[in-house]
């Protein structure tokens, strides 16, 4: 089932999730909607609190040969380098912005059925891991971007301005 995004401005975004204690129907249920949003969105990441479960579910899809990675409770437990790029989230539709993350991070996390797991990705598997553990935490990409990106018609748009 394909679940409402909550979008910037939204209280439950900004809520630190709680851990997820049991892996049961419930879980694989809201692991399965939340994939199912996620592809329907057309994006890479999502974070239950963004269908408002204020849990600490993630699933991520950035097209490469992982293919689906689904994390409960996910820590990042290393991080190296650092890469500068545009960044987006479907919470905060039609918007991007330029974010430093770092290039490389490991992150422990659990599976649907609570068993403990290493993962590590580099470029834009490590940023969003980042990203969607940060929503964890009630933390947005817009709260440590550098600067916004305006594609080329609303640059036109704000000179006129
Ligand atoms: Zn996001």
Redesign the pocket.
Known sequence: MVRKILELGDESLRKVCKPMKTYDLRLWLLLRDMAETMYKADGV?L?AP?VGILRRVVVIDVGDDHGLIELVNPEIIAAEGEQAGSEG???VPGRRGYVVRPNKVTVRAQDRKGKHFEITGEGLLARALC??ID?LDGI??VDKMDHEIFDDDEEEAQEEK
Do not use: N, R, T, V
Request: aromatic share 10%; net charge negative; with cysteine.
């Open positions: 990441g974070a963004q989230c479907l919470s990203h969607e929503h947005i990409y």
